[in-house]
C-alpha cells in the first residue's frame, strides 16, 4: 500500500522564519509528487515535480525532489501570517493504467504569528 | 469563470437517507476528482473521470457510493443509504489534464454530516 508521511504535523514560527516541511513517501510505481496548501476550505494547487533535483519555484515557495531517498520538502522563506494553512503532499502511482492513483499525507499545519 | 461549483455546501441529513452531491467543473477541463476529507484519514481520493468516463473507482469506500458524470459539465456523487460515518466535506475538483499531469482545482466542497 502507498504511504506519504508529512513532518512535521505541526509548525508555529513567527513573520519572517523561513520553514521547510517534509514529505516522505513510499510508493510502488512512482509518478508524481504533489503539494497543496489548504487553508479554511479547499485546497489549491502548488507544485507538481516529477524529477529528481529540480527545484520548482514561485514567490516565497519552493520545492523540491529526491527520488533516490524518497522525499520531498516544500521551503518557505520570510514567512507571513497569510501563509498559515495545513499544507498537504500527495504521491501520484502510476499503476497498471495510464492515470495513476493518489494518496494524500496527513499534512502539516503551519500557523506564521505577527 | 466561475470556478468549480458544488452543491449544496452544506448538507445535514439522517441515517438511511439518499444523498445526492453536485458539482459544475471548470469549462473546458477534461478531467473531474471526487475527494472526501475527515479528521481521521484525512483527504482520499473516491473517484475520477477522464472525458466523462470513470477511470479508477477503487477509492470508493463500498457500494452504497456511486458517481456519473452524464456529460462534460456535471457530475453526482451519490450515497445511498448513508450512514453517520460517511460524515465528511466532499470536494470536487477539476483539471484540463490527467491526473498527475494538469494543476487540480477544487470547488468550495460539501459538508455532510448524517444523523
Known amino acids: 500500500e502507498d504511504k506519504v508521511v508529512q513532518s512535521p504535523l505541526s509548525l508555529v514560527v513567527h513573520e519572517g522564519d523561513t520553514v521547510t516541511l517534509n514529505c516522505s513517501y513510499e510508493?510502488?510505481?512512482?509518478?508524481?509528487l504533489l503539494w497543496y496548501k489548504q487553508e479554511k476550505k479547499a485546497p489549491t494547487f502548488l507544485f507538481m515535480l516529477?524529477?529528481?533535483?529540480i527545484e520548482k519555484k514561485s514567490g516565497r515557495l519552493s520545492s523540491i525532489l529526491d527520488k533516490k531517498e524518497l522525499f520531498s520538502i516544500l521551503n518557505i522563506t520570510a514567512t507571513q501570517t497569510g501563509d498559515s494553512a495545513v499544507y498537504l503532499c500527495?504521491?501520484?502511482?502510476?499503476?497498471?493504467?495510464?492515470?495513476?492513483?493518489?494518496?494524500f499525507g496527513q499534512g502539516t499545519i503551519l500557523t506564521v504569528h505577527p | 469563470d466561475a470556478g468549480v461549483i458544488q452543491s449544496p455546501r452544506h448538507e445535514v441529513t439522517e441515517m438511511g437517507q439518499e444523498v445526492t452531491l453536485r458539482c459544475k467543473p471548470i469549462?473546458?477541463?477534461?478531467?473531474l476528482f471526487w475527494y472526501r476529507q475527515t479528521m481521521m484519514r484525512g483527504l482520499e481520493l473516491l473517484i475520477y473521470?477522464?472525458?466523462?468516463?470513470?477511470?479508477?473507482d477503487s477509492g470508493m469506500p463500498e457500494d452504497r457510493f456511486s458517481a456519473k458524470m452524464p456529460n462534460a459539465s456535471f457530475s453526482t456523487l451519490k450515497i445511498q443509504p448513508s450512514e453517520p460515518r460517511d460524515s465528511a466535506v466532499y470536494f470536487c475538483?477539476?483539471?484540463?489534464?490527467?491526473?498527475?499531469?494538469?494543476?487540480?482545482?477544487f470547488g468550495p466542497g460539501t459538508r455532510l454530516l448524517v444523523l
Open positions: 475538483a477539476s483539471s484540463f489534464s490527467t491526473l498527475y499531469s494538469g494543476t487540480q482545482y
Open positions: 510508493v510502488t510505481n512512482f509518478r508524481s
Open positions: 516529477t524529477s529528481s533535483g
Open positions: 500527495a504521491v501520484v502511482n502510476a499503476g497498471g493504467t495510464s492515470y495513476g492513483k493518489l494518496t
Open positions: 469549462s473546458g477541463h477534461n478531467s
Open positions: 473521470f477522464n472525458n466523462n468516463v470513470p477511470i479508477d
